[in-house]
């Protein structure tokens, strides 16, 4: 196994990233990239919430079989394709640059995602479990958030730290992951066991199992839907699959072991948020639909179950698995997108040199970029950061879909019949998935996302087509912008999560219309009819606005976008109509001899095998074939030099072409032309070769350029191919060029 120390390998001339992860290592950077604060926040009170303890579990369930064909996609994908970058290396080398970029987008939109998340959720751990220590320093409010700058600090250096440890230790990360990945995993399942004992086990009652009210189908599967996000982060060793120090077959097993723990850990926090609930609440439902009047340990309901029948020991198990949980996403996600930004350096879609790697085959610039760009985000708040991550759902079906995609064309073309069948499941699921996520919002009043993350969906998409111009812009080798269905598929996912915020914004402000129209006949009385028709217009108007608002809004987002397909695919053509003017030029020079400027011995070839074509279709009834040969030039290239031969071939060239107007010339050798008559040149055969043999016996006895002609009809039926026709012309010129020495001496 290579050692972290040693410089990176160059091979071809290429840096590579240096060997170190082990199995345990792959095992405990899927785990702890897949889990993260949204574990205990997101699965123990949205899950519960939607679908109630069994619904929650069932949905996990199926997320678990759904992430298994995935899983196998991806492992497929990672022993054929070992380069870093996954699936944004697998789409492109399997699926095209366009449908990569696609691809690339919304996995760096995922991974940002999840590391600002658990970046953010830092603050919040200590809020909840030590108390307001970094709630200090200058304040503001954002979308109804308060940020101090006490916790942007510790947010911020928190990444700076983790950051840090990712480009100057590599092994250190290795076991930090290990150490961590399994102090959360037993510190869960320890807290469940015992608590579950404890609680009297499955006699203790966890109702309602269902929550009442709603479709049972439809809890199930809305928490089904949500599994795309709760699991985003198992394929992260696919970034990383150059730094396997393991055979990557051995991948699958590793997946599936990230998988099902990361389920049993999910189902765990579940089970534990029902356990138990204060006794001022009625049962679970009550507890956790009131979660935000609580504090502390109440907070968080797994942890309340882990105190009540652990005490101070179970409290202080969870915490510091929560606390593990955050620091193994962070250093998961680093790890994962500054190897996804080197496969993009690499390939130059953004500057090369962030691809360059220390002499230990790391990424550091990578690293300094993503911690750069990030340090900033906890500025925006919590609030801001719950939308982007509601984003990571529709994301993970898209980068899903594309890899399935990939699997299943690769798999086709190596004849391998189960990812053939994992391929086209992980299409079907992904498109189904987020087809019943707009399905759900429509027949049910749960709401997959909010509406400001469907607009920051659409926005990071319009902020996608614009930077491909910059890609496309730069992009020399002419890789990207030839698939303009992928740039409308684009285009109809900008407009389709538009108008889902566009519906979501309008209803609210009609909702808001209706509660202020509401409020004023329950707080007026004796209201006129004039003050009533002024309100009621008012309210009207403002709708209106709202709703014109809206649409400009939607239908500008929409236009840029339009506008960028028109700009890049405009700058495609132009560019391939540059490659089609040289491909002409070169072309040309190919069929066109440089010397003579007749046509030349590939062209001649190709002329050849037309004529064979013909013959053997029967499409062609009479040509002739006339060889000639100039003689006497190896005397004068040894007399007066290769320039007065040059000269002497251009003159023995031109007196062919004037006999031979209408017909093509080639020349196929150093001193030998050929012709091929049809039409006129045909049927004046004779008289043209008797005026270019009388011209040619003029200058034999005066000094001028002397050609030996031969010419050869086809004879149909008799003739199997125009290479017949050749040698019969070729061996009457030299039977003339015998003639002509004779008549010299």
Same mark, same amino acid.
């Given at each position: 196994?290579?050692?972290?120390?040693?410089t990176?390998?160059?091979?071809?001339?290429?840096?590579?990233?240096s060997v170190y992860?082990?199995?345990?290592?792959?095992?405990?950077?899927?785990?702890?990239?897949?889990?993260?604060?949204?574990?205990?926040?997101?699965?123990?009170?949205?899950?519960?919430?939607?679908?109630?303890?069994?619904?929650? $579990?069932?949905?996990?369930?199926?997320?678990?079989?759904?992430?298994?064909?995935?899983?196998?996609?991806?492992?497929?994908?990672?022993?054929?394709?070992?380069?870093?970058?996954?699936a944004?290396?697998?789409?492109?080398?399997?699926?095209?640059?366009?449908?990569?970029?696609?691809?690339?987008?919304?996995?760096?939109?995922?991974?940002?995602?999840?590391?600002?998340?658990?970046?953010?959720?830092?603050?919040?751990?200590?809020?909840?479990?030590?108390?307001?220590?970094?709630?200090?320093?200058?304040?503001?409010e954002?979308?109804?958030?308060?940020?101090?700058?006490?916790e942007?600090?510790?947010?911020?250096?928190?990444?700076?730290?983790?950051g840090?440890?990712?480009?100057?230790?590599?092994?250190a990360t290795?076991? $930090?992951?290990?150490?961590?990945?399994a102090?959360f995993?037993?510190?869960?399942?320890?807290? !469940?066991?015992?608590?579950?004992?404890?609680?009297?086990?499955f006699?203790?009652?966890?109702?309602?199992?269902?929550?009442?009210?709603?479709?049972? /189908?439809?809890?199930v599967?809305?928490v089904?839907?949500?599994?795309?996000w709760?699991?985003?982060?198992?394929?992260?060793?696919?970034?990383?699959?150059?730094?396997f120090?393991?055979?990557?077959?051995?991948?699958?097993?590793?997946?599936?072991?990230?998988?099902?723990?990361?389920?049993?850990?999910?189902?765990?926090?579940?089970?534990?948020? /029902?356990m138990?609930?204060?006794?001022?609440?009625?049962?679970?439902?009550?507890?956790?639909?009131?979660?935000?009047?609580?504090?502390?340990?109440?907070?968080?309901?797994?942890?309340?179950? *882990?105190?009540?029948?652990?005490?101070?020991v179970?409290?202080?198990?969870?915490?510091?698995?929560?606390?593990?949980?955050?620091?193994t996403?962070?250093?998961?996600?680093?790890?994962?997108?500054?190897?996804?930004?080197?496969?993009?350096?690499?390939?130059?879609?953004?500057?090369p040199?962030?691809a360059?790697?220390?002499?230990?085959?790391?990424?550091?610039?990578?690293?300094?970029?993503i911690?750069?760009?990030?340090?900033?985000?906890?500025?925006?708040?919590?609030? *801001?950061?719950?939308?982007?991550?509601?984003v990571?759902?529709?994301?993970?079906?898209?980068?899903y879909?594309?890899?399935?995609?990939?699997?299943?064309?690769?798999?086709?073309?190596?004849?391998?019949?189960?990812?053939?069948?994992?391929?086209?499941?992980?299409?079907?699921i992904?498109?189904?998935l987020?087809?019943?996520?707009?399905?759900?919002?429509?027949? &049910?009043?749960?709401?997959?996302?909010?509406k400001?993350?469907?607009?920051?969906?659409?926005?990071?998409?319009?902020?996608?087509?614009?930077?491909?111009?910059?890609?496309?812009?730069?992009?020399?080798?002419?890789?990207?912008?030839?698939?303009?269905?992928?740039?409308?598929?684009?285009l109809?996912?900008?407009?389709?999560?538009?108008?889902?915020?566009?519906n979501?914004?309008? &209803?609210d402000?009609?909702?808001?219309?209706?509660?202020e129209?509401?409020?004023?006949?329950?707080?007026k009385?004796?209201?006129?009819?004039?003050d009533?028709?002024?309100?009621?217009d008012?309210?009207?108007?403002?709708?209106?606005?709202?709703?014109?608002?809206?649409?400009?809004v939607? !239908?500008?987002?929409?236009?840029?976008?339009?506008?960028?397909?028109?700009?890049?695919?405009?700058?495609?053509?132009?560019?391939?109509?540059?490659?089609?003017?040289?491909?002409?030029?070169?072309?040309?020079?190919?069929?066109?001899?440089?010397?003579?400027?007749?046509?030349?011995?590939?062209?001649?070839?190709?002329?050849e095998?037309?004529?064979?074509?013909?013959?053997?279709?029967?499409? /062609?009834?009479?040509?002739a $074939?006339?060889?000639?040969?100039?003689?006497?030039?190896?005397?004068?290239?040894?007399?007066?030099?290769?320039?007065?031969?040059d000269?002497?071939?251009?003159?023995?060239?031109?007196?062919?072409?004037? /006999? !031979?107007?209408?017909?093509?010339? !080639?020349?196929?050798?150093?001193d030998?032309?050929?012709? &091929?008559?049809?039409?006129?040149?045909y049927?004046?055969?004779f008289?043209?070769?008797?005026g270019?043999?009388?011209?040619v016996?003029?200058?034999? *006895?005066?000094?001028g350029?002397?050609?030996?002609?031969?010419?050869?009809?086809?004879?149909?039926?008799?003739?199997?191919?125009?290479?017949?026709?050749?040698?019969?012309?070729d061996?009457?010129?030299?039977?003339?060029?015998?003639?002509?020495?004779?008549?010299?001496?």
């Open positions: 196994m290579p050692d972290e120390g040693k990176a390998e160059n091979t071809g001339g290429a840096q590579k990233l992860i082990t199995p345990l290592g792959a095992i405990a950077l899927s785990i702890g990239s897949a889990i993260g604060w949204g574990s205990f926040v997101v699965t123990g009170n949205s899950y519960l919430l939607k679908a109630g303890p069994l619904g929650s $579990v069932l949905g996990i369930l199926i997320g678990v079989v759904i992430m298994l064909i995935i899983g196998r996609n991806y492992h497929y994908l990672m022993v054929s394709h070992p380069d870093s970058g996954g944004y290396t697998y789409v492109k080398e399997i699926l095209g640059y366009d449908r990569a970029y696609l691809t690339g987008w919304f996995l760096l939109l995922a991974y940002l995602s999840v590391l600002w998340a658990n970046m953010s959720a830092l603050p919040l751990f200590v809020r909840y479990f030590i108390g307001d220590i970094f709630m200090t320093g200058p304040s503001y954002i979308f109804g958030y308060t940020v101090y700058l006490g942007v600090l510790l947010s911020a250096g928190a990444l700076a730290l983790s840090l440890v990712c480009a100057c230790f590599k092994k290795q076991f $930090v992951e290990i150490i961590m990945a102090v995993v037993l510190g869960i399942a320890v807290c !469940f066991f015992v608590s579950f004992g404890k609680s009297g086990g006699a203790n009652s966890y109702e309602p199992l269902i929550l009442s009210g709603k479709n049972p /189908v439809m809890q599967a809305t089904t839907c949500m599994s795309l709760a699991f985003v982060g198992f394929e992260n060793i696919s970034h990383s699959s150059e730094e120090a393991f055979k990557r077959k051995r991948t699958f097993g590793i997946i599936v072991s990230s998988i099902v723990v990361t389920a049993l850990l999910y189902i765990f926090v579940i089970l534990l948020s /029902v138990a609930y204060p006794d001022a609440c009625d049962n679970w439902t009550d507890y956790i639909s009131n979660i935000g009047q609580y504090s502390g340990i109440f907070r968080v309901t797994p942890l309340f179950s *882990a105190n009540k029948y652990m005490g101070a179970g409290a202080g198990i969870l915490m510091a698995a929560v606390l593990c949980l955050i620091i996403s962070l250093i998961g996600q680093m790890l994962a997108m500054s190897r996804f930004i080197y496969a993009l350096g690499r390939d130059e879609v953004i500057p040199p962030l360059k790697l220390d002499g230990r085959g790391t990424p550091v610039r990578a690293i300094m970029l911690t750069g760009v990030s340090v900033l985000i906890p500025l925006a708040g919590r609030t *801001a950061i719950g939308w982007i991550v509601d990571t759902t529709i994301s993970a079906a898209l980068i879909c594309f890899v399935s995609a990939a699997a299943y064309k690769a798999a086709k073309e190596d004849n391998s019949p189960l990812e053939k069948v994992t391929g086209v499941l992980g299409m079907i992904t498109i189904l987020c087809v019943m996520m707009q399905l759900i919002n429509l027949l &049910t009043d749960e709401t997959m996302m909010e400001e993350s469907y607009m920051l969906f659409t926005v990071w998409g319009v902020i996608g087509f614009l930077f491909f111009r910059g890609v496309i812009k730069h992009d020399s080798k002419n890789r990207f912008g030839r698939s303009i269905i992928v740039w409308l598929f684009m109809g996912i900008v407009l389709m999560t538009s108008m889902v915020w566009m979501e914004a309008s &209803t402000a009609a909702k808001e219309r209706f509660d129209i509401q409020e004023y006949y329950e707080d009385s004796g209201i006129s009819i004039d009533e028709d002024e309100f009621i008012a309210q009207i108007s403002a709708m209106n606005r709202e709703f014109l608002r809206n649409g400009v939607v !239908f500008g987002l929409f236009a840029l976008c339009a506008w960028a397909i028109f700009i890049n695919h405009s700058t495609m053509s132009q560019r391939e109509e540059q490659s089609r003017t040289a491909l002409g030029a070169a072309e040309e020079k190919a069929y066109r001899d440089q010397l003579t400027g007749v046509k030349s011995k590939h062209a001649f070839a190709e002329k095998e037309s004529y064979n074509n013909r013959i053997g279709l029967g499409m /062609v009834d009479s040509f $074939v006339v060889v000639c040969d100039i003689n006497n030039l190896k005397t004068i290239n040894d007399t007066l030099g290769h320039k007065a031969g000269e002497y071939i251009r003159a023995g060239c031109m007196m062919v072409c004037k /006999v !031979f107007t209408h017909s093509p010339v !080639f020349r196929i050798g150093g030998e032309f050929v012709a &091929t008559l049809e039409g006129d040149d049927d004046n055969r008289e043209l070769i008797e270019l043999n009388a011209q016996e003029e200058n034999n *006895a005066n000094g350029v002397v050609v030996s002609v031969g010419l050869s009809e086809y004879q149909k039926g008799i003739d199997p191919s125009f290479h017949a026709v050749f040698e019969r012309a061996g009457l010129m030299y039977a003339r060029k015998k003639e002509l020495k004779g008549i010299r001496d």
